[in-house]
């Protein structure tokens, strides 16, 4: 049986390639993940100069609510920045942002096949002995992300360009405020993280950067022999204080109760993998808010999954896994970065 | 838990509906059966300590505040308005207890929040 995006998906793709005949869109199927945007693979088969083309397709659509509210424009642009850079990221397509075609904004990329991006599958014991090329990619590739200059990439026509002490005011600012939208019931550990944040702001940023937003493990796709062939989920990305991204991972919720950062390695050997290939220094105290900052930001996350799903927006089994597997454990993360537990 | 325990089993019982009807494609019933699945094993961990839960987190509260938990309604909705009103409080004497410089009333509200994630801690937390 088919799926009834199908047809319309090919009628889409053939208004974007004149030159094609034949235009077909076969085996689409919603894939797991993606909170943020619904995420499916197909194939695309078409004819062109004579000859019959086959693609392997990725469509990432808008849901009618999502975990995180987040510009696709920006994110699309993010993954054609880095294409073909040292940052590996999947080849960008087609971006659509009107609702005509398929009911919600969307884009379509090229799928990656034959790679994996689930952490479970990574800890289960087949991949420990690549654990640690894993962690050198990993922290590397992150470095090289800190490094790029986002001018340069074309990015600050796109994203905004704090000043570089303004850095941190502008994300906790954005994310206090989805508390204040979102949070079902009284969050007193993340406000008093909140507090905490605003009383001790971090030395301004040493550059302004490309923040990738959720640069975790779960979020790149890897091999057998530890090599990361792309980094994905760029919704959240814009510019910022480097080190945003690299005390995300640090969130102790990230290290899948393996006592390792992104369960792969200690933080001093991240942070060392990072400072050689970015070039930058990781201070301790502007890296211990920016810790604390991504377990409130975290706490965010969950409380507006939650929110999606109590006010209908997306009531799919998802939006709720996080808020009820995560946030007590995110508070309990804001504790121990507090050394309060 | 957010959202509550009624209204997630609620929607998995449509959803388990609409996966038992022939022409769903394989990957989609199976991601949204795995994670019923899992949804469903969290509510029965919580499902029998949750009013004990509510109850004695509240009392804790209210000893806290020196206010008065009010119990006479022990459906869980009602335990959870009370436990967010009180949770509210908290965060105001929080807030007056760091202005005033009072270190040792911080230090029993910060006592109160990490017994509090103990009582929520779920078997598969992370942290």
């Known amino acids: 049986m088919s799926h009834p995006l199908e047809p319309r998906l090919a009628r889409y793709i053939a208004s974007q390639m004149p030159e094609a005949s034949d235009v077909d869109v076969t085996a689409l199927e919603r894939i797991s993940g993606g909170a943020s945007r619904e ?20 469509l990432r659509r808008d849901p009618p609510a999502s975990l995180i509210d987040t510009e696709r424009r920006v994110e699309f642009a993010a993954y054609r920045a880095f294409h073909g850079s040292a940052v590996p990221v999947p080849r960008m397509l087609w971006l659509e942002e009107a609702d005509e075609a398929l009911d919600h904004p969307f884009f379509i990329a090229e799928e990656l096949s034959g790679f994996q991006a689930a952490p479970q599958m990574l800890f289960a014991g087949g991949y420990d002995a690549v654990l640690p090329r894993v962690a050198e990619r990993k922290w590397t590739i992150l470095g090289e992300i800190a490094r790029a200059d986002p001018q340069a990439l074309g990015l600050t026509s796109v994203m905004q360009a704090p000043a570089l002490d303004a850095c941190w005011r502008r994300e906790l600012d954005h994310w206090e ?5 979102d949070e079902a019931e009284p969050q007193p550990i993340a406000r008093a993280a909140i507090r905490w944040l605003r009383a001790n702001p971090p030395p301004p940023s040493q550059k302004l950067s490309v923040v990738h937003g959720d640069y975790r493990t779960g979020n790149f796709l890897y091999d057998e022999q530890g090599e990361i062939h792309a980094v994905l989920d760029w919704e959240m990305a814009h510019l910022g204080d480097p080190l945003e991204d690299l005390a995300w991972g640090f969130n102790p919720i990230w290290q899948f109760g393996r006592g390792l950062e992104g369960g792969l390695a200690p933080r ?32 965010g996350i969950w409380v507006g999954s939650a929110r999606a799903f109590i006010d209908g927006g997306n009531k799919e089994p998802i939006m709720v896994y996080p808020a009820w597997w995560l946030l007590n454990a995110q508070d309990r993360a804001i504790l121990k970065v507090m050394g309060r537990l | 838990m957010t959202p509550s325990v009624p209204s997630v089993l609620s929607e998995l019982a449509g959803l388990l509906m609409r996966n038992a009807a022939p022409g769903v494609p394989d990957a989609e019933r199976a991601s949204a059966l795995g994670l019923s699945s899992m ?76 017994a509090s994630t103990v009582r929520r801690m779920l078997s598969i937390s992370p942290v």
């Open chain 1, 39 to 58: 995420t499916y693979r197909f194939r695309l088969t078409y004819r062109e100069g004579g000859r019959a083309h086959e693609r392997k397709l990725i």
């Open chain 2, 39 to 114: 949804l469903l094993a969290v509510a029965a961990e919580v499902w029998d300590g949750a009013a004990q839960n509510l109850v004695q987190e509240n009392r804790a509260l209210a000893t806290l505040l020196r206010d008065t938990a009010a119990e006479a309604d022990l459906r869980l909705s009602a335990l959870r308005n009370e436990n967010a009103r009180l949770r509210a409080r908290l965060i105001e004497d929080h807030i007056l207890a760091e202005e005033a410089g009072d270190t040792e009333r911080q230090e029993a509200i910060w006592a109160e929040l990490r």
């Open chain 1, 268 to 299: 001093e050997e991240a942070i060392a993998i990072w400072q050689r290939a970015s070039g930058l220094t990781a201070d301790p105290v502007a890296l211990h808010w920016w810790t604390l900052f991504n377990c409130v930001k975290g706490q």
């Open chain 1, 177 to 181: 405020q989805i508390f204040d939208t």
